[in-house]
Every structure is written in C-alpha cells, then in structure tokens.
C-alpha cells in the first residue's frame, strides 16, 4: 500500500470518525437542553459550542456584584425615548395603571400591578450592564426575582423557556429556564434607590446581569412560559426587530 | 535545501497556518465592525459616553448614541459581526489545541520555535546583519529572533487575547471573576483585546514582508506544497 492510499484511509476514518461524534454530541446536548434555538445556519455550529460551553459552564455560577463605590455615577440612558404611543400613554398617568401579565404553560395565568409586584420579596444587586456595543455601567437594581413569579404562577413541566414582552409593538425576547430561575433575574422597578427612571427601562425591566443588555427588555408588560422558542418566535431575537442578533447573548 | 522528499512545513502545520488565516481575517473584519459600533476605549470596570475615555478612534460609529464629530451614522453590522466573530474564535481555538498537542507531540516547537542559543548578543548579531543588509534568506531555519517573535506569538499573544476577549463575556466573568479583575475590569479587557489586535496585525504585516524578502512564489509554495521546488 503507498503512502497516498493509506493517507487517504487515515484521513477518511477520521473525517467519519469526527462526522458520528458530532452527530452524538448534537443528540447529547438535545437531551440535556445545551443546543441553543439558533443552532443552525452558517453561524450554528459557533453559536452551538458557545451556549452549550457557557451553559455548563456557569451552572451555579453569579454575576459579579460591585461596591457601592463603584456605580456609575449616571446610569447611562441609551438614546431617546421609544416613539411608542402605548409607552407614552402610559407614563402621562405616571404608570399608575401597568399591568403585567402571566400566562402560557402556567396552571395559574395571572394579571399583576406594580403594587403587586412589589409585595413579592425584593432582592437588590449592584451589577454591570454591558451593552454589546461596548459600553457599560455599574447600578443599583432593585426588584422582584423572577423565579417568585413563575412559582406563584406555577409554570407546568413542559414550559423550557420564558418569553418576556415590552409595551414597545413586537419587541420581546426569551431565555432558557436555567436563566429564568437564576436568583439575580429580577424584574427590575427600582434602580440606585429610586424608582426605574423610564429612560432605564422604567417602570419594569428585565434585569439578566449573566448576559448582554440587549436581552435585558425595558418596559416588561408580559411574561409568558413557553416550549419552543423557533415555535413561538418567527424571529428569534426581535430586539430590535430583524436585527439577526444572537439569542444567547452571554458573551 | 534538505532531500527532495523532506518537506519544508508538515502537513498539519501548512493546514493549520492556513487555516488560521482565515480564522483570523475573519475575527479582523468582525471585530472591526463591533468597534465601529463604539470607537471610545476606557480603563477600569465600567465606561460609556457619559464617562472619560482612555482615548478616542476618530472615525464614524454605526450608533447615533456616540459624538463622534461626524454627521452620519453608520449602518449596524453587529448581529452578524457577532456571530462570525465567535465562530471563527472557535475554529480558531480547535485549530490552536490541534496544533500544540501535534508541534509538542512531534517536536515541532523544540526543534523549530524554541529559540534555542538566546542571549543578547545572539539578538544583536541578527540586527546587526539585518541592518548590514547581509542576506539572511535562503535559510532552512529560522534564527533566533524570528524564533523568538513566532513563539511570543504563539504562546503569548494569541493566549492573551484570547483571555481579554473571554474577561469581556458577563457569562465568563461569573464563573472567573479575578480573570476580570487582574486584567483591571471589563473596560481594561476590552482596551487591552483592542491593543493585543494591534500587535499582531503588526506581526502579520511583518511576516508577510518577510515572505517578500525571502521570495514570494518560494516561500507560499512551501507553505502550500510542503516543499520549496
């Protein structure tokens, strides 16, 4: 046997070698919920690694948390107020009627007010919010963690992501169960020790500090457990909307 | 020049040096992109528009959010900048894993990147014939500079910008805080990716002069082929 023949069988057993462990590792990470929505096209097989990576990676892992001395001294507003007619009714009556609802694969759909909200137990976190863009800042965040919620609602076993809707017209987002029930996900209403200032996303943000800003929505008026977010969602990531931004944004 | 059938460059590394040229022309143009999008650097944990910049690229940004001076906006290419810049970080990453067990495995890195013979005056020597515009070409191996600016390279660099680019992740940084707060924050990271970029499209510019000097169609050859004939 030449040397080309037998270069050619090597490479040939590898390659099929290679091509039935990621077929394995495709099905592992299906059963074990470490394949990201956005797993296919071009960009899957990095997007894939990367969520499955950072997935078992950060199991029980925290967001940092600052000292006091170290919060931006302004929290930066990213830009003008939304145009949107429904944010904007909203905050001529100084919010006094936000209503959020609860729904999907939960036994118990509910509506909550704020006052609502905040009879939950609160929680407060001093962590960075990093804009994919580059920029950052460090803040108080104050607010109900989501996990309260979810339990009071009773989100049923088939539920594997939370999708999350701003007042602003087709704008949401979803994230895995692993993050919805992370104690540092809260439903924001308070930040620096007052109220969410509506250019922050006040009245109510979802607050993910293991993530990018992006995937944390202002204006939060909708919570809704799902099991497929390419079901659900005709774009995956609608923020802004036909923006192609990653789902899992951890990185 | 070696036996006919001695090739200049194994098999792996010929792949794996081209492979890592797309890898990271790929990670150039993404990361370029994502910069545009805020070509303001700082130091410490956090910074935005509101806080002192280190220091300021000026060139348009494709965020209306950002003075730059100029009076358009460019368009946002983020969501795909993104996305092909972790990939090729990836395919970067595996190549870079393949290539270190097979250059310890084969001696690969003993016998051509460890600058063997390093002392001052084995640097200066090589300097000295440089500027005496002596030929150095032609030579079956490296010296002992080139030996050591590929390994600092290799072993360094890339390792480092690897490490900044990770220190930037909110995800990373939960599970390594002090990889984050050694570097000097997450700003400090971001600041330090965009140097370490520098320096090796520095190095890329360099070698590639290199290759002119020692023969364009020779060297690529050997690079593509395995032989320099």
Redesign the interface.
């Known amino acids: 046997m030449n040397t080309g023949r037998r270069k050619l069988i090597t490479t040939g057993l590898a390659a099929a070698a290679g091509a039935t462990g990621l077929g394995a590792a495709v099905k592992l990470a299906g059963k074990y919920d470490l394949l990201a929505p956005d797993s296919s096209g ?2 899957g ?3 894939a ?2 969520y499955a990576t ?1 997935r078992l ?2 199991r029980h ?4 948390e ?1 000292r006091r001395d ?1 919060i ?3 929290p ?1 507003v ?2 003008p107020l939304p145009k949107d007619p429904a944010l904007q009714a909203a905050q001529a009556e100084g919010f006094a009627n936000w209503k959020i609802e609860v729904k999907g694969l939960v036994t118990h759909p509910m509506t909550l007010s704020l006052a609502d909200l905040k009879r939950y137990p609160s929680a407060s976190q001093i962590t ?1 919010l ?9 803040a108080e965040w104050t607010g109900v963690p989501l996990h309260h919620i979810l339990n009071a609602a009773g989100v049923r076993s088939q539920a594997k992501y939370i999708a999350y809707h701003s007042i602003q017209k087709d704008w949401w987002d979803t994230i895995d169960m692993e993050d919805a029930l992370h104690p540092q996900t809260i439903l924001s209403y308070g930040l620096n020790g007052g109220d969410l200032p509506v250019g922050n996303g006040g009245p109510l943000r979802l607050r993910l ?4 800003g992006y995937k944390s929505v202002k204006y939060i008026t909708g919570i809704t457990a799902i099991d497929d977010v390419n079901k659900y969602t005709k774009s995956l990531v609608p923020a802004p909307p036909e ?4 789902w899992y944004a ?2 | 020049m070696g036996p006919v059938n001695t090739p200049r460059h194994n098999g792996w590394v010929r792949a794996t040096h081209w492979l890592t040229v797309v890898g990271f022309f790929a990670l150039l143009v993404s990361g370029l992109e994502i910069l545009v999008s805020h070509p303001r650097f700082y130091w410490g944990e956090a910074g935005n528009v509101l806080t002192k910049p280190l220091f300021i690229i000026p060139i348009p940004a494709s965020r209306d959010t950002v003075p730059t001076g100029y009076n358009f906006v460019l368009p946002d290419q983020n969501g795909w900048s993104r996305y092909l810049h972790f990939e090729a970080a990836w395919a970067l990453v595996l190549t870079g894993l393949f290539y270190v067990i097979a250059g310890l495995v084969s001696n690969h890195f003993r016998e051509n990147l460890w600058p063997s013979g390093l002392s001052w005056q084995a640097v200066t020597s090589v300097i000295r014939k440089h500027l005496g515009r002596e030929t150095l070409t032609g030579s079956a191996s490296y010296n002992v500079l080139q030996r050591l600016t590929y390994f600092a390279v290799v072993f360094l660099v890339i390792p480092l910008t690897i490490w900044t680019g990770l220190a930037m992740s909110p995800a990373i940084a939960s599970v390594f805080p002090e990889a984050v707060i050694v570097l000097g924050g997450q700003q400090s990271a971001r600041t330090l990716h965009f140097f370490l970029t520098i320096f090796l499209v520095a190095f890329v510019i360099l070698h590639v002069a290199m290759v002119y000097i020692a023969g364009f169609r020779k060297t690529i050859l050997a690079m593509i082929k395995g032989d320099i004939k």
């Open positions: 071009i960009y097989p990095g997007e690694l990367t950072q990676l950060t892992s925290m967001a940092r600052f170290q931006s001294k302004v930066f990213n830009g960075h990093a804009c994919e863009e580059g920029w950052s800042y460090i500090p293991r993530q990018l923006s192609g931004y990653a951890g990185i």
